[in-house]
C-alpha cells in the first residue's frame, strides 16, 4: 500500500489506497459531502469521488457518459478494443452486450439456485469452527471469513479447494495490487488467466456438473461463448465473489465483536438476522466500484476529462444523511433501508444472493458456536484499503 | 391496496421478495414480481408499504385503495 506519497489533502490529492482511507474512510467521505461533494485527484491519471448518495446514483444509472470497460482504479486503463465486452464480462461491459452477458449469469446466481448451497456451506462453516479447537482468542477473518466464500465459489466454478491460496493470491493481486508497476500488474493478470485456461482445457476434455462445464455448452446469439470470454467471466466470479463476501463477515463480526447489546440481541432474537444484516451491509458496505469517463464533459460543473476514473463508493452513499436517518447509527431493526451496498442499476451485483446466504449462514453459525465475543485487542484489527474494506485481521476473545 | 413490480426498473436486489414474501416473489433470474394481480389484504398493507421504501430503484408502485 505504500507506493504512494500519503495524502495530506483529500479535496484535491486523495488516494483510496492510503493507509488513513483503509483505516477508517468514513470521515473522510463525511467532510467531502459537506465541503466538495465531488473531490478530483490527479493520481492515477485522473479520478472523481462522488460522496452523496444522489450523484452516487446518477451515474451507476449513467451508462452513455461512464463506462464500465474498467472497474478497478490501477495506472492501467485496459484497451479501448476490449469494449463493450471489457475484461470481464459482464461487469466490464456496457450496453446493449452487457445484457445477454448478465442474462447468462443471473438464472445460476438466483434465490432458487443459491438455496441449494446453503447446506453444504453451514456445513463447511461449522468445519471452520471445530478446526479453531478450544483456544480462546482467534482470528475471525483468517481463520474464519476468509475461508468461507472461496470453498463456496470453487465448489460452484468447478476448481480445486485446495487451491485457496492460489486464488487469494490472485484476488489479493487484482485489487490491492493496484498501485503495482504496470509489468507486475500484467504478470499478475497473466498468471491468472493462464491458470484458468488449464482448469478451462481441463473441462473442455473431461465435462462435468459445475459452472465452467455450463459456461463452455452455454450459447449467446445462438453460437457457443467463445472459450476466451469464459476464462474471463470465470475470472470475474473468481474476483467479484471472494474479497467482497469475505470484507462482509468479517466487518459484520466486528460489529457485532464491539457492540454487546447488537449482538445480545440477535442472539435472542435470530429471526432478526434478515433484517439486522441489510444494516451491517448499509454501514459497512465493503465494495467501491469505478467507470471511466467517456467523453471530455462537464458534468454537474466538473470538468472531466475523457478516461478519467470515477470512483462509486457504495459505502459513503450509505452513509448520506439526506438518504439514512441517523446513518452513522447502525440500528439493527431499522426497517427503511434502502442502502446500495450491492450496487445500483443495471450492474447490481449478480452474486448478490450467493454473497448474502453466505453472510447469514456464517452469522447464525458463528452467534451459534460463540454466544458471547469481544474483540481481543481493537488496536490490532487491520482492514484492508482499495475498493474492497473489510477487517483481514480481526482478533476475536470467544466465549467470554 | 395493490402493488406492482415495475419490471424495466428492477435489477433483482430482491428485497421485496425478502422483505414481503406472501406479496412478491423471484423469478428465474432473480428479479421480483407481484404475487398474483397485486393486490394486499389488509393486515399486510403496512409490510407492502416497508417493501416499497426499502426498493434500491425505487420500482415498485403501490396504488392505495380509494
Known sequence: MAEHPPVTDWRTDFDHTDDVWAADPYPIWDELREQCPVAHSERYGGVWLPTRYDDIAAIAYDTERFTSRSIIVSEFRPPRMLAPEGIAPPISSDPPVHKEARRLLLPIFSPQAIDKLEPSTRAYCQELIKAMGDRDVVDAAAEYAQHIPVRVIANMLGLPEEDADVFRGFVNHVLEGVSLPLEKRAEGMINLFGYLQGHMEDHMANPRDDLITFLLESEMDGKKLDPFQVVRTIALLLIAGIDTTWSAIGASIWHLAGNAADRQRLVAEPDLLPVAMEELLRAYAPVTMARLVREDMDWNGCPMKAEEWVLLPFPSANRDPAAFEDPDKVIIDREVNRHAAFGLGIHRCAGSHLARMELRVALEVWLEAFPAFELADPDAVRWSGGQVRGPRVLPVKINV | ?66
Request: aromatic letters at 4%; one cysteine or more; a negative charge.
Open chain 2, 1 to 66: 391496496m395493490r402493488v406492482a413490480v415495475d419490471v424495466e426498473r428492477c435489477e433483482g436486489h430482491g428485497r421485496c421478495y425478502m422483505t414481503a414474501p406472501e406479496l412478491f416473489e423471484a423469478d428465474d433470474i432473480g428479479n421480483g414480481r407481484e404475487r398474483g394481480d397485486g393486490t394486499v389484504p389488509p393486515d399486510l398493507e403496512r409490510k407492502a408499504r416497508v417493501a416499497v421504501a426499502n426498493c434500491p430503484e425505487r420500482a415498485i408502485t403501490c396504488e392505495e385503495a380509494n
